[in-house]
């Protein structure tokens, strides 16, 4: 009973570093591959890929299309569901989740940690970045997979 037990835990934590490891690769590697949503989630920005926010958040993204970001990008209900089963499926597997989820990538901690003041400036101040949600103002490859160009 203890042995299985310890063997348990350990199996716990060799899946969960197994994830960590995905995930840094993921970052990198998880590009956007269901149809629908590279058509409709790259209309007005790259379309992002799933891997980059957990799948509370994209629920909670796909739940409230009609008030995106100050834009109404909704969708009808069959796509609506395709995407939002692609994203969920593919989606970051964080340990724990706020309540609400977090809608941005941009304001993620390792985001903002990867993406210092001067890189901030920069989107700001040059208008063909814009924003820093402009990922491919500065990562040419971003619909790639590829972030580490800079
Ligand atoms: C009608 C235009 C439009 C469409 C279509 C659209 N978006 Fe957006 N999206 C926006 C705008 C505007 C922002 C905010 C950009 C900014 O702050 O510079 C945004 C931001 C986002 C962000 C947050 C980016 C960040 O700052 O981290 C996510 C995630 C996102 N959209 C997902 C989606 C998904 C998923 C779809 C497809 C279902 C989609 N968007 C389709 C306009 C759109
Ligand atoms: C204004 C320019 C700019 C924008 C916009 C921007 N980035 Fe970056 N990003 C950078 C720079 C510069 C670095 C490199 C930081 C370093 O070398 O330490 C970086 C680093 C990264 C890294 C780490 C790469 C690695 O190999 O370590 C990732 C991942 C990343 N960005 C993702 C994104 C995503 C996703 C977006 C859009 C939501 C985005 N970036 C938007 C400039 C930008």
Not at 16 to 45: M, P, Q, W, Y
Not at 108 to 133: V, Y
Request: aromatic share 8%.
């Amino acid at each position: 009973m203890k042995l299985s037990l310890v063997l348990g835990a350990l199996t716990a934590f060799a899946v969960g570093a197994t994830a960590l490891v995905s995930f840094a690769d993921g970052r990198r590697n998880v590009i956007v591959k269901n149809e629908t949503t590279k058509t409709e989630c790259s209309a007005c920005h790259m379309a992002y890929s799933p891997s980059f926010l957990p799948k509370e958040s994209w629920q909670a993204i796909m739940g409230n299309l009609e008030n995106h970001f100050g834009e109404d990008a909704s969708l009808d209900p069959a796509q609506t569901a395709e995407i939002e089963a692609y994203l969920s499926l593919n989606a970051a597997n964080w340990r724990s989740v706020s309540n609400p989820p977090p809608l941005r990538i941009t304001e993620l901690r390792w985001f903002r940690g990867e993406h210092g003041n001067r890189t901030r400036k920069r989107a700001q101040s040059n208008a063909n970045i814009g924003s820093m949600s402009n990922c491919q103002g500065c990562h040419r490859g971003a619909d790639r997979g590829w972030f580490d160009d800079d």
